[in-house]
C-alpha cells in the first residue's frame, strides 16, 4: 500500500530559480533566503521518497487563456521544462509517475473530483522552482513527480474547501494504489504578495504568520477564507495560498511541523517553506 | 462592468475576472505567444507588424507598444501574460512591479528589503470626498 508520509509547503518565485541557475544563491542579497533551504534539503534527502505529488499553478506555460481547467493531473512519463518567454530552465526534465498518477485520475474522478488529465504537458517554475530548492541542482531529479495544477490565474481559482477535499481524496487514491510508495506532496505558490498594479509589492508578514500556524494546528478553519481576504490582506497573488490546502488536506489530522523557513523579500514575495509529517509515518 | 465584485475597493488591484478575461482575451494570447523564441525574435524586430498578427483594440496596442504596463492591466492585460513582453525586454517582475507602482526601480527595492509595501492603508481605496457614510 502506498502512502503520503510529509507534505511540503513552498513558494514558487521565478526569481529563485534564476539565482539557482545562474549560481548567485550567496550574494548578500539571496543569502539568507538559501541558507534556510539547506535543512529541508537535508530532511528531503534522508526521508528519500518514492514519489512527490506537487500541486501548483502554470503561469501561461503549458496552459493559456483558450482552456483553462481548474484541477489538471500529469500522466505522462516524462515532462520537459516549458519556455516561459526568457528560455527554459536549465534543469533536467521531470520523471512522472504513470502507474500513480493514472490511478490517481481514475480514483479522483470515480470519487467526483473531474480532473483534466495532461498526456503532454512542459512543466514551468511552479512546480521546478520547488524541486531546485528542495533538491538543489542533481544531474537527475532523485525521485518521480507526478503534476497537480490548480488555476489561480483566471479568476476565481477553486475554494479552499474543496482543494482541502481534494487533498484528502487524493490522500484516499495512494492508499488504494497497490505498490509500496512513500509518497510525499508539495503545496506551492504564495505567500503574501501582488506582482500588479499601484499595489505591487504588497507583504503581510501577520497574515502569513497565522497561515502557516494555522495550518498545523487548524488546518480546517483556515480553509474558509474567501478570496477577497487572500487578495486583500495577502495581495491578489498571494490568493495562491490555495493550492498549499491541497496539500494539507492529503495529510492527517494531527501532524508535525518538523520545519519552517520565512523570508522576506524574494523578488516582489514573501517566501516560505514548511514541513509537515504525518505522525508516525515516515 | 454592471455586476459589482466584493473585491472592487481593494485599491492598484486589477483582478483578472470574467470581465477582465472577456476584454483582454486576446492582448493575453498575443503575449502567450511570445513563448516561443521565434515569435520573441519576431516581435523585436517589427513590433508593429507582430501586434498585426492579433486583434488588439488601439488603446491595447498602443500599451503595448508604449511599454505602458499599468496600461495594460486596465484594458484586460494579465500579468502573468503581460510579463512576457517585459522579459522580451530583458526586464524582471521586479522592474516592471516599480514602474506599475510608479517609483523608481531603487526606491521600490528597497522598500522590499524594508519588507515590502504594507497593508495598512492599502486594504481599500480611499472613499470620495462627500460620499462618506
Redesign the interface.
Known amino acids: 500500500m502506498a502512502r503520503i508520509v510529509a507534505g511540503i509547503a513552498c513558494s514558487h518565485v521565478p526569481a529563485i530559480g534564476v539565482a539557482i541557475d545562474k549560481g548567485t544563491t550567496e550574494t548578500d542579497y539571496w543569502r539568507p533566503l538559501f541558507a534556510g533551504y539547506e535543512p529541508a534539503r537535508e530532511w528531503l534527502a534522508k526521508l528519500a521518497p518514492d514519489v512527490a505529488i506537487i500541486v501548483y499553478n502554470d503561469h501561461a506555460s503549458a496552459l493559456s487563456l483558450e482552456i483553462i481547467p481548474t484541477f489538471l493531473i500529469g500522466v505522462a512519463a516524462e515532462f520537459p521544462i516549458a519556455d516561459e518567454g526568457f528560455g527554459p530552465r536549465p534543469v533536467p526534465a521531470v520523471r512522472g509517475h504513470p502507474d500513480l498518477a493514472w490511478h490517481l485520475a481514475e480514483s479522483l474522478i470515480l470519487d467526483e473530483f473531474d480532473m483534466t488529465i495532461a498526456n503532454e504537458m512542459p512543466v514551468d517554475h511552479g512546480l521546478t522552482v520547488p524541486l531546485s530548492v528542495t533538491c538543489g541542482r542533481p544531474a537527475i531529479w532523485p525521485f518521480p513527480v507526478i503534476p497537480v495544477c490548480v488555476n489561480v490565474v483566471q479568476y476565481p481559482p477553486p475554494t479552499g474547501v474543496r482543494c482541502f477535499k481534494l487533498g484528502q481524496a487524493i490522500a484516499r487514491a495512494v492508499e488504494r494504489f497497490d505498490q509500496d510508495l512513500r509518497v510525499v506532496i508539495y503545496g506551492t505558490g504564495g505567500m503574501s504578495h501582488q506582482l500588479q498594479g499601484e499595489r505591487a509589492g504588497l507583504i503581510n508578514r501577520r497574515f502569513d504568520t497565522a497561515f502557516l500556524d494555522g495550518l498545523t494546528r487548524d488546518p480546517v478553519a483556515l480553509t474558509k477564507i474567501p478570496h477577497t481576504e487572500y487578495m486583500r490582506e495577502a495581495g491578489s497573488e498571494g490568493v495562491e495560498l490555495v493550492m498549499w490546502h491541497v496539500m494539507r488536506g492529503a495529510l492527517r489530522t494531527q501532524v508535525t511541523e518538523v520545519y519552517r523557513h520565512y523570508h522576506v523579500p524574494a523578488s516582489n514575495t514573501a517566501a516560505a517553506l514548511m514541513i509537515l509529517e504525518n505522525e508516525g509515518s515516515s | 462592468m454592471s455586476d459589482a465584485?466584493?473585491?472592487d475597493d481593494?485599491?492598484?488591484?486589477?483582478?483578472?475576472?470574467?470581465r477582465r478575461?472577456r476584454e483582454g482575451?486576446a492582448l493575453?494570447?498575443f503575449?502567450?505567444s511570445?513563448?516561443?523564441?521565434e515569435n520573441?525574435a519576431l516581435f523585436k524586430a517589427d513590433p508593429g507588424a507582430y501586434l498585426d498578427r492579433y486583434k488588439l483594440t488601439l488603446e491595447q496596442r498602443r500599451a503595448v507598444l508604449e511599454r505602458d504596463w499599468?496600461g495594460m492591466?486596465k484594458v484586460g492585460g494579465?500579468?502573468?501574460?503581460t510579463?512576457?513582453i517585459a522579459?522580451?525586454d530583458g526586464l524582471?517582475?521586479?522592474d516592471v512591479?516599480?514602474m506599475?507602482?510608479?517609483v523608481s526601480k531603487e526606491t521600490?527595492v528597497n522598500?522590499?528589503?524594508a519588507?515590502?509595501?504594507?497593508?495598512e492603508g492599502?486594504?481599500y481605496k480611499p472613499i470620495p470626498p462627500g460620499e462618506e457614510p
Open positions: 465584485k466584493d473585491y481593494i485599491p492598484g488591484t486589477y483582478v483578472y475576472d470574467s478575461g482575451y493575453n494570447m503575449c502567450m511570445l513563448n516561443k523564441a520573441r499599468l492591466l494579465n500579468i502573468y501574460y510579463i512576457k522579459f522580451c524582471t517582475f521586479q512591479a516599480g506599475m507602482s510608479g521600490y522598500m522590499m528589503l519588507g515590502g509595501r504594507s497593508v492599502n486594504r
